[in-house]
């Protein structure tokens, strides 16, 4: 039997496994996620947006 999820508790769901394997989740992954799910922004866009915010960043 397949249970109907809204976006919301999908991603949550997945946020919660990410971060039980030990990956650090922010609240603008969420968000970004969230823009992605809802159709706001274009994977490519998303992608673009990402690699804007890291460039320069020393880890």
């Known amino acids: ?3 109907n999820f809204s976006p919301e508790i ?3 769901s997945s ?3 990410n971060k039980m394997e030990g990956f650090h989740v922010t609240e603008q992954t969420r968000r970004d996620c969230l823009r992605l ?3 706001k922004v274009s994977f490519e866009e998303l992608v ?3 690699s804007s915010r890291t ?3 020393v880890e």
Do not use: N, V, Y
Request: aromatic share 0%.
């Open 1 to 3: 039997m397949q249970k």
């Open 10 to 12: 999908a991603l949550e």
């Open 15 to 17: 946020l919660a496994s």
């Open 37 to 39: 799910m809802d159709g």
């Open 48 to 50: 673009r947006e990402i």
């Open 55 to 57: 460039a320069g960043k």
